[in-house]
């Protein structure tokens, strides 16, 4: 951490519908993430508090995105984050298009105006092994109780469809099947209720982070899933508990588009940095 003492460790805290995130750009320095700083960092009463921590580096394209969760673990992607950072980004140089490269792998980003920035997260991921889950199975429709949906977006994810999606103890819920021995990554758990043929209400528990007020691929995931079961069409608007996205299931990869939001600027201080072990 020494490296960091003279001038501090500088962040910029960012949300997409509440679902929030410390952001690090390490394009001009090279600011290291461990696990132990971003689990330190994620904790809301003594550190900043984030769902996921996103550092932006060097890499093909306009840059690279790396994405870790709340408990240090990474992710290969975050879809509200890569929205918040494009139009960061966008902003900072004036392009209204982007090419950012990820382990899920290059996603595209173009800013709509009107603060609605939007991502194409890419091809879902529909093949079992993909996801990946455990074992050879149809990912329609799993052997769980409630027969969820399994769909991979970088990362996995396991959606049920639901009569009311408000009265699901999501808490309970979410961390029963977050580690389902069906998804050996772990998994994303969506409960998500059909309003009309372009409209869910979806909320969310996000593996290695719980119950978040947004998440960027889960909502692509219940969008195509949702299109898969004939349930929807391609294109949906999903409400969660902290605001709406709007997911299109196109032939060149899922888009999804809505509002971010760059709350402030910071620095960690030496104290901080001294007492993570």
């Known amino acids: 951490m020494h490296d960091y003492l003279d001038t501090g460790f500088p962040f910029m805290k960012m949300h997409g519908l509440g679902n929030d995130f410390v952001v690090v750009d390490a394009r001009a320095q090279d600011w290291r993430i461990t696990p132990g700083l971003a689990k330190a960092i994620a904790d809301r009463h003594f ?21 870790y969760n709340a408990d240090g673990s990474t992710s290969a992607a975050c879809g509200n984050a890569t929205r918040c950072i494009a139009r960061y980004l966008m902003e900072e140089t004036g392009k209204t298009g982007l090419c950012l490269s990820t382990e899920r792998g290059v996603l595209l980003a173009q800013d709509l105006g009107a603060g609605q920035t939007s991502v194409n997260m890419g091809q879902p991921q529909l093949d079992w092994q993909e996801i990946p889950l455990a074992e050879a199975m149809d990912t329609l429709e799993l052997p769980i109780e409630g027969g969820p949906t399994a769909t991979g977006m970088g990362n996995p994810h396991c959606t049920f469809f639901v009569a009311d999606a408000a009265a699901i103890p999501l808490t309970e ?53 949702a299109a898969r079961r004939g349930l929807t069409g391609r294109s949906v608007r999903i409400d969660l508990d902290g605001g709406s996205l709007l997911v299109d299931w196109r032939d060149d990869g899922v888009w999804m588009t809505g509002t971010t939001m760059q709350v402030f600027s910071g620095r960690l201080t030496t104290e901080f940095l001294d007492s993570i072990r």
């Open 173 to 225: 819920f979410g961390a029963r099947y977050e580690h389902h021995p069906l998804y050996p990554e772990r998994t994303n758990v969506q409960v998500a209720q059909i309003i009309g043929t372009d409209h869910i209400r979806m909320r969310v528990w996000e593996r290695g982070v719980g119950v978040t007020l947004a998440s960027g691929s889960s909502s692509c995931a219940t969008a195509v899933a």
């Open 47 to 67: 550190g900043v508090g984030f769902d996921q921590l996103a550092l932006i580096g060097n890499g093909d394209g306009d840059a690279h995105l790396t994405f």
